[in-house]
């Protein structure tokens, strides 16, 4: 029955392939990011692995996101014709953005917790 049940797990070659992560996780890693310093897409790029745990996310993907964050006033951009080559956008964090950045570390904070009371159980009966 391949493409039914939760996208986190999959029976896989004959045993289970789990994977616990948060979904949308790319949205408060970039909010993190921009928190830190304003950014260009490609160094957004290269930074993102360092959080989400990913390989790497798609460049068009990546770009979706942030004009999303956007036209949602989470993020603001200008272009940047500082560096060589051509202008490139850099992208920075609104206040708005900065609000739902304290709401994300919030729920993943609850979430932390939920994961940590569900691990000692598990391990109490080991």
């Given at each position: ?6 996208r986190s ?60 964050l956007e ?39 609850r979430s ?15």
């Amino acid at each position: 029955m391949r493409g039914r049940g939760p996208r986190s797990r999959r029976h896989h070659h004959g045993g289970w392939r789990v994977l616990a992560r948060v979904e949308r996780f790319a949205e408060p890693a970039l909010l993190l990011l921009l928190r830190e310093h304003p950014a260009h897409g490609y160094d957004l790029l290269e930074r993102l692995p360092e959080l989400t745990g990913e390989a790497r996310i798609e460049m068009g993907n990546l770009y979706r996101l942030l004009r999303g964050l956007e036209e949602e006033g989470l993020v603001s951009s200008e272009w940047d014709a500082s560096s060589p080559g051509p202008a490139k956008r850099r992208y920075a964090i609104t206040p708005a953005g900065e609000q739902l950045l304290d709401h994300w570390v919030e729920a993943l904070r609850r979430s932390q917790e939920r994961t940590a009371r569900f691990l000692a159980r598990y391990e109490e009966r080991r």
